[in-house]
């Protein structure tokens, strides 16, 4: 059984959602019925978003207008999709039902001029909920038997609105006992990425990306032999297209490397994805819905052959640098300024140290006024902003001599902020300013990829 998710691009119009029935319709001739994972309509998250803050400010024509948009967006799609009246009808009459419900939300919040986690959470659901109500239709009208479920009776999370989690136990059984006996008669199963439900039925969403996320949820729990996250890109590359146009297609990533690779900014999956699918040695196929004849990169356990697979870069962080006197021959220290961040609920991507210094990088700054008034109990801090990590993924790194002399060759003529190597034996990470990061991507892969090609 497949799992196949479908990401914004893919479902964005209403020539995409045809597209997308075409790979649909194949893949069940060949391997089964499958499970399918829709994120929202291109764009529509960002407008729920945009409508939510504007009710917020209690601006709530601005947030109306929004909602008038995404209407008129899904009725297009509706009307150019279907020609039977009938079906025409009950479709625009489930589409006017969310969006009311919607339009309570929004007034509702509005009124109080307060948007919380949870509000917004209830808000960004819609998206998924419209696009996967239009193509379970457009599924029937094609004479596929399907059936459409609601993702928040079966993934059940925690109440971490915002970023929730898995309740492993509680959704694999909901999971299994609401789909597996649809694919069993034969029904291809269209429900939802990104959102979920709390045990009393709360509605929560696992996070911006989460759709990738959702599937491989779905792919453990129903044991699946294959999750596809379907994109508009051929798979995972050795760079970013967009920075370097002659990057080339991985047709095979380890879930280590691919991990680090959307981790440090490589934007085809959601980090989150990979977990779930390694722990139960899934292969995640990356594919393009624009071209579905392309083989796309596989990420599974065994490919860890390659010795360089790919440059990414994440922007827009922030680099800490911390000193002390107190940590000269002493023990403690690091752990009284981790606790700070651990305190502030976040994340340290990079780290490197001395005798009487740390520096760190963060990318979540909701919290950094706080940390720093903190850490300036312990010690000195210097900060600098809009930063990038520029991370090279491979493998074995620690076996192979030339790999640092090559990298820090191509980057002769970039300042380098801070460098982090050694802790992992894939990656080789450093810190620029963000006007460099395209330039050190675009020269290291000439070095380094030019040099494997070579050999």
């Not at 790979?23 to 829709?38: C, F, M, R, Y």
């Not at 294959?226 to 080339?248: C, H, K, L, N, S």
């Not at 640092?404 to 990656?427: C, E, H, R, Y």
Request: charged fraction near 20%; glycine fraction near 6%; hydrophobic fraction near 45%.
């Amino acid at each position: 059984m497949i799992v196949m998710k479908f990401g914004g691009t893919s479902v964005g119009s209403a020539e995409r959602l045809t597209s997308v029935l075409e790979i649909v319709k194949a893949t069940k001739e060949k391997d089964g019925a499958p499970i399918v994972v829709l994120s929202a309509m291109s764009g529509v998250t960002d407008m729920l978003i945009n409508a939510a803050n504007a009710a917020k400010e209690r601006d709530l024509d601005a947030a109306l207008d929004i909602l008038d948009k995404i209407h008129e967006k899904h009725k297009d799609c509706i009307y150019t999709l279907f020609q039977q009246a009938s079906v025409v009808d009950e479709l625009v009459e489930q589409l006017e039902s969310h969006l009311n419900k919607l339009d309570i939300i929004l007034r509702g919040v509005s009124y109080l001029g307060e948007l919380t986690k949870r509000s917004l959470d209830a808000i960004s659901c819609f998206g998924e909920l419209l696009s996967s109500l239009i193509f379970a239709a457009l599924l029937e009208k094609e004479g596929v038997e399907s059936s459409w479920v609601d993702a928040r009776t079966f993934l059940v999370t925690d109440n971490v609105f915002g970023k929730a989690s898995p309740l492993w136990e509680t959704t694999t059984a909901k999971a299994q006992g609401t789909i597996l006996p649809e694919l069993a008669d034969e029904r291809v199963v269209v429900t939802q990425g990104f959102i979920g439900s709390t045990a009393s039925g709360i509605t929560t969403t696992l996070g911006r990306g989460g759709s990738d996320y959702s599937a491989a949820i779905l792919g453990v729990a129903c044991e699946a032999d294959e999750i596809q996250i379907w994109t508009d890109v051929d798979g995972m590359m050795t760079a970013d297209p967009r920075i370097v146009p002659e990057a080339q297609v991985l047709q095979t990533v380890s879930f280590k490397a691919a991990s680090e690779l959307a981790y440090f900014g490589a934007k085809v999956l959601h980090p989150l994805t990979i977990k779930p699918a390694v722990e139960k040695n899934i292969p995640v196929r990356i594919l393009n819905t624009l071209r579905p004849e392309s083989k796309g990169t596989v990420i599974e356990e065994a490919s860890d052959e390659q010795p360089l697979y790919a440059i990414a870069s994440k922007k827009n962080i922030s680099a800490l640098f911390f000193n002390s006197l107190n940590m000269l021959m002493s023990h403690g220290f690091l752990a009284k300024v981790f606790s700070v961040f651990d305190k502030y609920r976040t994340p340290i991507d990079l780290i490197a140290t001395s005798e009487v210094s740390v520096s760190v990088t963060i990318d979540n700054k909701d919290n950094i006024e706080s940390i720093l008034e903190s850490l300036h109990e312990l010690c000195d801090v210097r900060v600098q902003h809009d930063v990038a990590i520029v991370t090279v993924v491979g493998t074995h790194f620690r076996a192979q001599s030339g790999i640092a002399g090559q990298v820090f060759a191509a980057l002769k003529d970039i300042n380098i902020v801070m460098i982090s190597g050694g802790a992992s034996d894939i990656t080789l990470s450093f810190v620029v300013a963000n006007q460099d990061a395209d330039k050190a991507v675009k020269q290291l892969h000439n070095a380094l990829f030019a040099t494997a090609s070579a050999k």
